[in-house]
């Protein structure tokens, strides 16, 4: 079976009351936890990651481990600690709405031990961990040996203000992420942040058809998601409320690499997808994102 090999960071999310009492915890990001769901799924999952030897480290480590993903290119470091996002829920409010986050990275980090690439792998990477100027050279470098191997990459745009609140720094990473990835998947709120525009048909043909042919968006506002190819667009409607949980856009992410990796697709088949191959994968994503959802009894589920 070939390997997913997942880079993005390991974070751990915190959730408070209003009266500051917790509510709950469980991974942050979308890479962590699609990882988390395709090795369950019995999927080959290399997590390439970083965390400290910390107890919220041993905590994401345990959950990855558990889920039956390789952790042997996750990078243990001493000095720091594991991100912590730290999200306040507003009173009469369903979902967090003030986040305060913190995070200790030594100096000197990064340090994986990059896993083998082989033709047909997959590569799923994104979030702020893919444009941070701190690690920026040595992923680069991997990416690059990636498309020379002929792995397939998929690239999943998006990072939190806090983290950067100035895309004119990261926006040429964010380019140079587009131009190498044959997939892009991206959340809409994620494409007007760091390109200003709100439309997605809009944003795919003016910002990122010259980088990248295929475009799969997660659009919250209209309850879809929707296959972008060149003049091509196929598209499945889902519930609003239902792609607001949590777990949800990971699920999707799962099951949009599942099909690649079920079906040993390789870089040349996102030129011009067929319809039949569009419809599958947003087919796959909506199941999958569902699926992720209902397994979570509470929204902020500790783990």
Not at 267 to 281: G, K
Request: hydrophobic share 40%.
């Amino acid at each position: 079976m070939k390997k997913i090999i997942c880079i993005g960071e390991c974070s751990l999310n915190v959730v408070l009351a209003t009266d500051g009492r917790p509510m709950g915890s469980m991974p942050g990001g979308r890479v962590v936890n699609a990882a988390s769901i395709l090795g369950r799924d019995k999927f080959n999952v290399v997590m390439a990651s970083e965390a400290s030897s910390d107890p919220v480290g041993d905590i994401l480590a345990a959950y990855l481990s558990g889920s039956g993903v390789d952790i042997s290119s996750l990078d243990r470091f001493t000095e720091g600690r594991t991100p912590l996002n730290v999200f306040t829920m507003a009173e009469g409010d369903m979902a967090p709405s003030a986040l305060t986050r913190y995070e200790d990275y030594p100096e000197d980090c990064f340090d994986i031990v990059w896993p083998r690439v082989d033709e047909g792998d997959i590569v799923l990477f994104g979030g702020y961990y893919a444009i941070d100027r701190r690690m920026r050279q040595r992923l680069v470098r991997f990416l690059e040996h990636a498309v020379e191997r002929k792995a397939v990459l998929v690239y999943l745009p998006g990072f939190l203000p806090q983290q950067e609140p100035r895309i004119t720094r990261v926006m040429p990473a964010i380019l140079e992420n587009l131009e190498m990835a044959h997939v892009v998947v991206a959340r809409n709120v994620d494409l007007s942040l760091i390109f200003g525009v709100d439309n997605t048909d809009t944003c795919y043909h003016n910002h990122i058809d010259f980088y990248c042919r295929s475009l799969i968006s997660v659009d919250v506002s209209c309850g879809s998601i929707s296959y972008y190819a060149g003049k091509e667009m196929s598209s499945t409607n889902i519930p609003a409320s239902t792609c607001r949980t949590l777990l949800w856009n990971s699920g999707a992410v799962a099951g949009i690499v599942a099909v690649m990796a079920e079906r040993s697709l390789g870089p040349a088949d996102f030129e011009s997808p067929t319809q039949e191959l569009r419809e599958a994968i947003i087919g796959a994503a909506a199941l999958s994102a569902n699926k992720a959802a209902d397994a979570i009894k509470h929204p902020w589920q500790l783990i």
